[in-house]
Nanobody, 124 residues
């Protein structure tokens, strides 16, 4: 089992920044690729970003490229999502997730473990 806990969500005005963090415990963190997903009210959960087990490769959804970055620290068992130039359409609950598959993995069905989510609200 891997337990994931997100933090760092909150409310921000458009154009602002937030940094989400996901702390992992349980099994060896570096054995898992890590993903970020988000779900807006009334919409399906969607892929945001992925980072490989070692952190040497990452990918982002087109909607956030150039604004978001994904990073991880295997020594601290954390993965982070830096979000800049936020837009109202970025408003959602953000989830981190762990997968044993080699990435990039954009399908939520291929993730084994999920955090509880953290709310991000961007006002115009």
């Amino acid at each position: 089992q891997v337990q994931l806990v997100e933090s760092g969500g909150g409310s921000v005005q458009a154009g602002g920044s937030l940094r989400l963090s996901c702390a992992a415990s349980g099994r060896t963190f570096s054995n898992y690729g890590m993903g970020w997903f988000r779900q807006a009210t009334g919409k399906e959960r969607e892929f945001v970003g992925f980072i490989s087990r070692s952190g040497d490769s990452s990918s982002l959804a087109d909607s956030v490229k150039g604004r978001f970055t994904v990073s991880r620290d295997n020594a601290k068992n954390t993965v982070e999502l830096q979000m800049n130039s936020l837009k109202p359409e970025d408003t959602a609950v953000y989830f981190c997730a762990a997968t044993g598959f080699l990435g990039p993995i954009t399908s939520e069905g291929r993730y084994f473990y999920w955090g509880q989510g953290t709310q991000v609200t961007v006002s115009s």
